[in-house]
């Protein structure tokens, strides 16, 4: 249980970089009190996760939803007690809160807004916390805890933490460091750039980050400039959050601040194409994941010269890859795969059995270059016949009987028109998807979308009673990225972070 109380917790910070608030003015803030050139920022509003866990902050007080307090272990309690019965009489504003990281200092740095200064002064004092430098606004404390020192900065309203302490021995000197921190973020802050106003916009959480320099130039060095511009410059996620839904989208930028042209990547892919509804039609009524991508005027030479520089590969996987090319050449357009099973968690149990097959739903779906279907399902037919796997022909395509494969069921192939389609079930262009009804990716270039709803005999057997909705979508012509994840009906008590929290208890419970 504790690995799971940790899962939760986990889930609850990860998803205050989502958490919507009427008012952003403290994030905003916070970051003011970042500098511009920090190399992972991450700001969010405490007070909303809480809610939508169903819990609350009351009077400077954490209240945890039950699912969480009531499988807490004893020492856990214990710790949150204490941390709970600091922040009542600490000055300590915990509404809102940001994390700084650094490649120079791997540390991660909390920052905090303070309702009353002197407060907390005499709070961490009275834990022990000595005074080691003052500067004007600027204090400085430290606490030595066996062969650790822990440090806090205050400057002003704020405070700078950082998480881990500090081996006694070590050459980093906090202090000087958080002082020029301060000091920075007073010359340019990180609410004045172009990757905080994307990061605070709709009243929003987020995080901004940069690849790690010394990976950038280590393993990048050969890539392609177009290439080296997006993996040189800012990721930047906002998100919003609302009782059933939350979404997080992504912004690319430049490192001087303006977004990243997208066009410079026609290089390598048609960002205009789309995944195409004619393909999607086919997959079954059974599969409740879909994974689609249109490969529409993809160019495998480039993208294969991008990644062989990347990844440094060898010269025998890179002719190994190469001779695979040839195979992909002849695709042209949307790609999709279908994946649901048929009798809840007991098909998962099935899975390794003889009758696995039965157990799920799975459908492959690939539109080629105009005359190439018809010709490439005809290969398959002449690859079955020279391993001698028997198979019966149709006129367009053919079906395998998977008995010789010890297993039971069929495996169907069929082209219709420059689409070819291979599924354990009988193929039949009829729309039958829930997962294509639930969401509109037909002008999306990428998507992973999950749709079960209530009935769903997966979600029966876990006792979960909510439609459950989830989508990463990458649009056409501006590669805009949202992921969203919707959870309606259930429990009333909380928002969308405690249904999907009460989820993921219910599988690992399974």
Same mark, same amino acid.
């Given at each position: 249980?504790?690995?799971?109380?940790?899962?939760?917790?986990?889930?609850?910070?990860?998803?205050?970089?989502?958490?919507?608030?009427?008012?952003?003015?403290?994030?905003?803030?916070?970051?003011?009190?970042?500098?511009?050139?920090?190399?992972?920022?991450?700001?969010?509003?405490?007070?909303?996760?809480?809610?939508?866990?169903?819990?609350?902050?009351?009077?400077?007080?954490?209240?945890?939803?039950?699912?969480?307090?009531?499988?807490?272990?004893?020492?856990?309690?214990?710790?949150?007690?204490?941390?709970?019965?600091?922040?009542?009489?600490?000055?300590?504003?915990?509404?809102?809160?940001?994390?700084?990281?650094?490649?120079?200092?791997?540390?991660?740095?909390?920052?905090?807004?303070?309702?009353?200064?002197?407060?907390?002064?005499?709070?961490?004092?009275?834990?022990?916390?000595?005074?080691? &430098?003052?500067?004007?606004?600027?204090? @400085?404390?430290?606490?030595?805890? %066996?062969?650790?020192? =822990?440090? /806090?900065?205050?400057? +002003?309203?704020?405070?700078?933490?950082?998480?881990?302490?500090?081996?006694?021995?070590?050459?980093?000197?906090?202090?000087?460091?958080?002082?020029?921190?301060?000091?920075?973020?007073?010359?340019?802050?990180?609410?004045?750039?172009?990757?905080?106003?994307?990061?605070?916009?709709?009243?929003?959480?987020?995080?901004?980050?940069?690849?790690?320099?010394?990976?950038?130039?280590?393993?990048?060095?050969?890539?392609?400039?177009?290439?080296?511009?997006?993996?040189?410059?800012?990721?930047?996620?906002?998100?919003?959050?609302?009782?059933?839904?939350?979404?997080?989208?992504?912004?690319?930028?430049?490192?001087?601040?303006?977004?990243?042209?997208?066009?410079?990547?026609?290089?390598?892919?048609?960002?205009?194409? &789309?995944?195409?509804?004619?393909?999607? @039609?086919?997959?079954?009524?059974? %599969?409740?994941?879909? =994974?689609? /991508?249109?490969?529409? +005027?993809?160019?495998?030479?480039?993208?294969?010269?991008?990644?062989?520089?990347?990844?440094?590969?060898?010269?025998?996987?890179?002719?190994?890859?190469?001779?695979?090319?040839?195979?992909?050449?002849?695709?042209?357009?949307?790609?999709?795969?279908?994946?649901?099973?048929?009798?809840?968690?007991?098909?998962?149990?099935?899975?390794?059995?003889?009758?696995?097959?039965?157990?799920?739903?799975?459908?492959?779906?690939?539109?080629?270059?105009?005359?190439?279907?018809?010709?490439?399902?005809?290969?398959?037919?002449?690859?079955?016949?020279?391993?001698?796997?028997?198979?019966?022909?149709?006129?367009?395509?053919?079906?395998?009987?998977?008995?010789?494969?010890?297993?039971?069921?069929?495996?169907?192939?069929?082209?219709?028109?420059?689409?070819?389609?291979?599924?354990?079930?009988?193929?039949?262009?009829?729309?039958?998807?829930?997962?294509?009804?639930?969401?509109?990716?037909?002008?999306?270039?990428?998507?992973?979308?999950?749709?079960?709803?209530?009935?769903?005999?997966?979600?029966?057997?876990?006792?979960?009673?909510?439609?459950?909705?989830?989508?990463?979508?990458?649009?056409?012509?501006?590669?805009?990225?949202?992921?969203?994840?919707?959870?309606?009906?259930?429990?009333?008590?909380?928002?969308?972070?405690?249904?999907?929290?009460?989820?993921?208890?219910?599988?690992?419970?399974?």
């Amino acid at each position: 249980m504790k690995k799971e109380i940790r899962g939760i917790i986990c889930l609850l910070w990860a998803m205050v970089m989502v958490a919507s608030c009427s008012d952003n003015s403290k994030m905003k803030g916070l970051l003011e009190q970042v500098p511009a050139d920090a190399d992972v920022v991450f700001v969010g509003n405490v007070k909303t996760v809480l809610e939508s866990a169903g819990g609350a902050l009351d009077n400077s007080q954490v209240i945890l939803p039950a699912f969480i307090s009531d499988n807490m272990s004893q020492g856990e309690k214990q710790k949150f007690d204490e941390t709970n019965a600091f922040l009542k009489d600490s000055g300590v504003d915990p509404e809102a809160c940001a994390v700084i990281g650094t490649e120079e200092h791997g540390n991660g740095i909390l920052v905090f807004s303070l309702s009353d200064k002197d407060k907390f002064l005499k709070a961490i004092e009275a834990k022990e916390y000595k005074k080691e &430098s003052e500067n004007g606004d600027v204090v @400085a404390y430290s606490k030595l805890s %066996e062969n650790m020192n =822990y440090f /806090v900065v205050v400057n +002003d309203s704020y405070a700078y933490y950082p998480i881990d302490g500090v081996w006694v021995e070590s050459d980093f000197k906090p202090i000087p460091y958080l002082t020029t921190m301060i000091d920075k973020a007073g010359e340019s802050n990180f609410a004045d750039t172009k990757f905080g106003d994307y990061i605070l916009d709709g009243n929003a959480g987020g995080l901004a980050f940069r690849l790690p320099k010394s990976v950038v130039e280590r393993n990048l060095s050969d890539v392609p400039a177009e290439a080296k511009d997006l993996l040189d410059g800012v990721f930047c996620l906002r998100g919003n959050l609302t009782d059933d839904k939350c979404t997080v989208e992504l912004g690319l930028f430049e490192k001087d601040g303006s977004q990243y042209d997208v066009d410079k990547l026609k290089k390598y892919l048609n960002i205009n194409a &789309s995944i195409s509804e004619n393909a999607l @039609a086919m997959l079954g009524k059974d %599969e409740f994941l879909v =994974y689609a /991508v249109s490969l529409k +005027d993809f160019n495998w030479n480039n993208y294969l010269d991008l990644v062989s520089s990347a990844t440094q590969m060898s010269r025998f996987d890179r002719a190994r890859m190469n001779a695979f090319t040839g195979y992909l050449e002849k695709l042209d357009g949307t790609a999709a795969l279908g994946f649901g099973v048929k009798n809840g968690v007991e098909s998962f149990g099935k899975m390794n059995g003889k009758d696995m097959l039965a157990q799920m739903s799975a459908t492959l779906v690939v539109e080629t270059k105009e005359g190439k279907a018809k010709q490439l399902v005809e290969d398959m037919k002449g690859l079955l016949e020279q391993l001698r796997i028997p198979f019966a022909e149709s006129d367009n395509g053919f079906t395998i009987k998977t008995a010789q494969m010890g297993l039971e069921g069929e495996i169907s192939v069929r082209h219709e028109g420059d689409i070819i389609a291979l599924a354990n079930h009988p193929i039949a262009k009829d729309n039958a998807c829930k997962v294509v009804k639930a969401f509109d990716i037909t002008d999306c270039l990428f998507a992973i979308c999950v749709a079960l709803d209530k009935d769903n005999k997966l979600l029966r057997d876990v006792n979960i009673d909510s439609d459950v909705n989830m989508a990463l979508m990458v649009k056409s012509g501006n590669l805009n990225s949202t992921l969203t994840m919707e959870i309606k009906g259930g429990d009333s008590n909380g928002g969308v972070i405690a249904k999907a929290a009460k989820i993921i208890l219910a599988l690992k419970k399974m």
